[in-house]
C-alpha cells in the first residue's frame, strides 16, 4: 500500500501545480477526482496492499488557499458508518471493490444512493449527511478539502 500511496502522491502534488491557484471547493475535488481515476485507468497503479487487517494511510498538502488531507483506507471486513455528517468538502473515489453511499441533501431533504464501483468516486459538499457501506477488500481514496481563502478574488 505505501507504493500505491507513494504514486497518488506523486500524481496529487502534479496536479495540484497545474490547477490554478483561484479554484477551490467542490470544483478542485470534481477536477482531482477526474485526473486521479484517469490515471488510475491509464497507468495502472501497483494496487498491492496487505490483506491482513484494516488500514490507513494519511498525506496532507497545503498551500494558502487550501488544506487537503488524503486517506487510503483498506478494509478487509465490510465496514458500515450511518448518519455521518461531512464537516469539510469530501471527495471517495473507490479503487477496488465496492462502496454504497446514500447522501441526505440538506438544502432538498432527499436521499441519494450512489454505487461506487472500480476507478468510480463522488463529491460531497459540506453540511450533508450520509451513510456509506464498503464491502469487503474494499480500497478507497478520500480526499477532504479545507477552504482556508474565503475571498477569491484577492488572490493574485
Not at 40 to 66: A, G, H, T
Not at 132 to 150: A, F, P, R
Amino acid at each position: 500500500m505505501k507504493n500505491l500511496l507513494n504514486q497518488i502522491n506523486a500524481l496529487i502534488n502534479h496536479e495540484l501545480t497545474l490547477i490554478n491557484q483561484k479554484i477551490n471547493g467542490v470544483v478542485l475535488l470534481e477536477i482531482l477526482k477526474y485526473k486521479i481515476i484517469d490515471s488510475l485507468n491509464i497507468n495502472n497503479f501497483e494496487i498491492n496492499y496487505e490483506k491482513k487487517s484494516n488500514s490507513i494511510s494519511e498525506l496532507v498538502y497545503e498551500n494558502d488557499n487550501y488544506k487537503i488531507t488524503a486517506e487510503l483506507k483498506f478494509y478487509l471486513t465490510a465496514v458500515t458508518s450511518l448518519n455521518s455528517e461531512i464537516t469539510k468538502n469530501t471527495l471517495l473515489i473507490c479503487i477496488s471493490e465496492i462502496a454504497n453511499i446514500t447522501i441526505e441533501d440538506s438544502n432538498l431533504k432527499k436521499n441519494f444512493y450512489f454505487k461506487l464501483i472500480n476507478r468510480m468516486g463522488i463529491v460531497i459538499s459540506k453540511g450533508n449527511k450520509y451513510a456509506v457501506n464498503y464491502g469487503k477488500n474494499s480500497l478507497i481514496l478520500e480526499l477532504t478539502l479545507e477552504d482556508k481563502s474565503v475571498n477569491i478574488e484577492k488572490i493574485k
